[in-house]
């Protein structure tokens, strides 16, 4: 393979300024949990969520912002529902944001988009909390309620907000503190009915929100010598026994008495101003950043008093400050995720600190804002509202080139009219059409070559406007540039046709008509999270162009097959009536419907529709969300049909169209948020062949230790290779062939099915994982010992094994494997050249390949190339380090 490391594509990253976790702990809950999210904010107003799915971490979604930083996050839960039967209906989780404005953002999470902006006349918001779930007595006959928010404002302002009948209403004033530096810096709820909250003028102020009244005022003091007079009370959290923990610009941590106010403990934390606190949900540990990016731990013994604290760990975790830190805390999961100006988040673990690594999650996109056009040798990246195009050179044949092409050129520069950030880009193979959108617009472009210039001619194409104003999530052109599909924020699917025009073929146009491709009607599931995990995630195409599939966050797939032949003689746009009613899987109120068209009209385009796959109710429900969805470049080409021969129009029927479905295999590819690999024979609606012959246990080990989720793929169509890349990874796999040999294949099903007895204690173990940060450190390193020693014998030196010998399995040592086993992974890890068995034969050589060589990789696309086929595979690798941004 042929690479092209580009590290010129700009893609400034931007600051973390908020975090926060759906919930921070499993206590309170009688019923299923709910999904754990994590809610994460950034400086250029962006919300990213993210799904811990048990310590593997990926990103599942953005919300956009308006440029504007976000100052802090919070999450609510509506009251659950019980219905007649005594079902009961999870409350749906909405989350809330500020952003140095006099208003609370709630956010969309389905669409990803603003859902309502707060009422109230109050000044700018400068620091916001959410009062806790509302639970019912065993004897209480109390309606339900849902929880207000408290907002602290720069004037000295406390109001309080009503999430109540899914809105955000301002129910009244608080409280107003008067004075120059009577800003409120933070505010936490002790109580459902009692409010703390710290000022700039060195006062933590304790309030009841039934009344308005004011319990009691603490002060800090004096500053340091040096600083300023008044400390600013950057944070102050509460613990579960009702205790108040506040960090100040002293670099103070204090713990004061929840019962009385009183000053119980002073501890001296940084050497600079302590930004933010997290707490355990025990109550026996709390978390403390600065604003030189360490880190300190405070815990107080199991013996010890309420007030007995000790600082039992220092260190530097970030390059730069650390504004925002949040914490969940339960049985199987225990983990603090801190982050600041080094843009990059860090998760820590709470319980096990010091028995686990920290891990770094990674800092760039889950979703790569690049894409290429492989036949013109184009390179598209975007972010904001900027669309960047570049021209990538060929690798030069011999060093004898009279004058090299230079290596890259900037060849246009899109720039959107909209106040939106861009969402979705998309470049047809040839190099000839782009489309751009947004939350509220869709555009397309014709890309033309200058004759003159290297440059690119850009033109709009008019879109039809019930598209134009639609907006998308998520756009894709079909690899015959013939087809547009747009994801509005609503997760409604789209296809536009382009064609040529009629008198002047090498102007391109979108037909006057679009198809909604209706989603299947599934029986949602009682959760927290409905409407999110309906939005679609993935698209993928097949080669031919000829079926598409869907994915949502659920891991449920819908799949179109377009019936038919193109038929240059038939008209461009013809309207047919449907040949028999949709299916439904169900019909009930809580049946999902994306689509409100009553529209009984098939549109035909050339002869050909857009019709739902008859197999594609059979395709199961993924485990988790999708991250790489591709279909497996087809080996055959298709002959070419003229037309549909034997579909005539007719009196009775004048529209006629053919049912054709398309021919030939459709296998598609699918690697989930787990990393479980799936592959599914799409027409029939099942696994594949091969996938049967390669469950996920047959990958590789290097491969499932990797901890950074899959981003993109790529083939190598000549050779049956599939590419996978994450943020600092490089994997390929031979899919031409089977990952193991028939005896290790029938062994990996043999485990999968019935562990044995000796390893039952490890696999559970391992199934338990860790607390969602990093590793187990090593024992001898946490022992305080030495992993080896060496001894110089006989004039060289020698490695002496210092592991200790354990009777019993311990949790760090591998399971012992069987012979068969341990030969596998051999020849995993073995070179490319062939590996000799004890008995004199000789294994092929492996069918993957891994590397750490590219970091971090922003993308990785195609490039094709006009040598003979057979060439390597040449791709452009577009690295952002950290220095760079």
Known sequence: MDVHRARFVPYPASAISALAFSRSSDTGYTGPLPALKLALGRSNGDIELWNPLKGSWVQE?????????????????????????????????????????????????????????????????????????????????????????????????????????????????????????????????????????GFADSMIRVYDTRNGSQLRQMSLGVGLPGAPKNALVWQVKVLSNGDIVSGDSNGEVRIWDGRNYALSRRLTGHDSDCLDLITSADGK??????????????????????????????????NGEVKAMAAFDSKGMSVVISGGSDLTPAAIPLREYGKENIRYLPTLPQEAPVLSAPKARLLVSWWNGNVFIWRIARLPVSDESPEPERPRKLVAKVSVDAKDTIRGVSVSTDGKLLAVSTSTTIKAFQLKRQADSESLAIRKIELPKSLSTLGARMLSF??????????????????????????????????SQTVELDRAHRKLQAGAFKVYE????????????????????????????????????????????????????????????????????NIVFYGQHWAD?????????????????????????????????GVHSTRHNPHAHSHELPAGEHMLWVLTSRHQMYEFDVRIGRLSEWSKRNPTAALPEEFTRIKDRAIGSLWDSHRERLWLYGSSWMFMLDVAKDLADAASAQLLKRRKRRPSEAGDAQARKR?????????????????????????????QWMDIDMTPKRKHVDEDDEDGDDESLQLTRVKSSGDEEEIAQGNGE???????????????????????????????????VVERPLRDR
């Open 61 to 197: 979604a953005v919300c956009h912002g308006d440029g504007r930083s976000i100052d802090g996050l919070a999450w609510t839960q509506d009251p659950d529902e019980t219905d007649g039967e005594g079902n009961v209906t999870a409350g749906q989780q909405r989350l809330f944001s500020i952003a140095s404005s006099p208003t609370v953002t709630e956010w969309d999470l389905g669409t990803g988009m603003v859902k309502r902006r707060s009422t109230g006349n109050f000044s700018e918001v400068w620091c916001f909390a959410a009062q806790s779930r509302w639970r019912a007595n065993k004897n209480s006959e109390e309606e339900p309620r849902s929880q207000d928010l408290v907002a602290g404002c720069g004037d000295g302002a406390l109001v309080i907000l009503s999430t109540a009948d899914d809105d955000l209403q301002f129910k009244r004033n608080l409280a107003r503190v008067s004075g120059k530096k009577a800003r409120c810096m933070c505010i936490a709820y002790q109580r459902p009915e009692i409010v703390v909250a």
């Open 285 to 318: 540990a709390i978390f403390s950043g600065s604003i030189d990016g360490k880190i300190a731990i405070y815990r107080q013994p199991a013996d010890g008093g309420r007030s007995n604290w000790a600082k039992t760990s220092h260190r530097r975790v970030h």
């Open 478 to 511: 079909s690899p015959d540039c013939k087809w547009l599909v747009a994801v509005s924020p609503d997760s409604e699917v789209h296809a536009a046709r382009f064609t040529a025009e009629r008198e002047q073929s090498k102007r391109l146009q979108c037909l």
């Open 534 to 601: 309906r939005s679609i995630s993935r698209l993928a195409w097949s080669s031919d162009s000829s079926v598409l599939v869907a994915c949502d966050l659920a891991g449920y797939m819908d799949s179109w097959v377009l019936e038919g032949h193109q038929d240059s003689t038939a008209p461009a746009v013809d309207r047919a009536k449907h040949d028999s009613d949709k299916g439904s899987g169900g019909n009930g109120p809580d049946s999902d419907s994306d689509s409100s068209d009553d529209d009984d009209d």
């Open 613 to 645: 796959n008859p197999s594609g109710h059979l395709l199961p429900k993924l485990e988790s969300a999708p991250l790489v969805m591709t279909f497996r470049p087809e080996k055959n080409t298709q002959k070419l049909t003229n037309g549909n021969p």
């Open 767 to 795: 199934q338990k994982g860790t607390s969602g940060a990093g590793d187990r450190v090593n024992a001898s390193m946490r022992d305080g010992g030495v992993d080896s020693v060496k001894r110089f014998d006989n004039g």
């Open 842 to 876: 000789h294994e092929k050589p492996r069918n993957w390949w891994l590397t750490f060589k590219y970091r971090p990789i922003l993308g990785m696309v195609p490039l094709e190339s006009d040598l003979e086929q057979g060439a390597p595979l040449e791709v452009a």
